[in-house]
């Protein structure tokens, strides 16, 4: 059994050591906004926060979670984080999704990316290129992308 802090509360996983976090939350807690896409770490559509830092949690096992925090879309989602309530608006006011498959991990790299920024520093194309990166859209949506991440930023500027 291992004890994971997400989204705020321990949760109970009865589970080998060496699960990927991805599906402690899918099939053990029934948590399926994070989504599974390459199982390689190469797509970033099962990007959670793991002590703020955005990790792919396909590939990471929940051994090396026991004791850290764990923030899920659910939580970056829900109205209680201001950096995600801001990115999820942005996300909604520039129509980013289209099929909508990687946009939880989108999310959750924006919302670490706009958490690392200093206070009132507006990022540049090429920071939020640079930020982005890691996560692939296969529709394509990336200037639609760049544009909610910018105005999310001037948001929370």
């Known amino acids: 059994m291992t004890t994971l802090h997400i989204n705020g509360k321990d ?43 955005p990790i792919r949690s396909c590939v990471t096992p929940i051994s090396a979670a026991a004791g850290q925090k764990i923030t899920t879309i ?23 999704a289209q099929c909508g498959y990687c946009q939880s991990g989108q999310i959750m790299s924006a919302t670490a990316f706009l958490k690392s920024m200093p206070a009132g520093k507006l990022p540049s194309e090429a920071d939020i290129d640079s930020a982005m990166a890691g996560n692939i859209c296969r529709c ?13 930023a001037k948001t929370l500027a």
């Not at 659910?74 to 980013?96: F, I």
């Not at 639609?144 to 991440?149: N, P, Q």
């Open 11 to 53: 949760r109970q996983v009865d589970a080998d050591p060496s699960t990927p976090i991805l599906w402690a939350l899918r099939d053990t807690l029934g948590m399926t906004g994070t989504k599974f896409g390459c199982g390689a770490a190469l797509c970033g559509a099962c990007t959670v926060h793991l002590n703020g830092q």
């Open 74 to 96: 659910e939580a970056v989602t829900d109205g209680g984080d201001k950096v995600g309530k801001a990115v999820h608006a942005a996300w909604v006011k520039h129509d980013v």
């Open 140 to 152: 394509g949506t990336y200037a639609r992308i760049r544009a909610a991440v910018a105005d999310a």
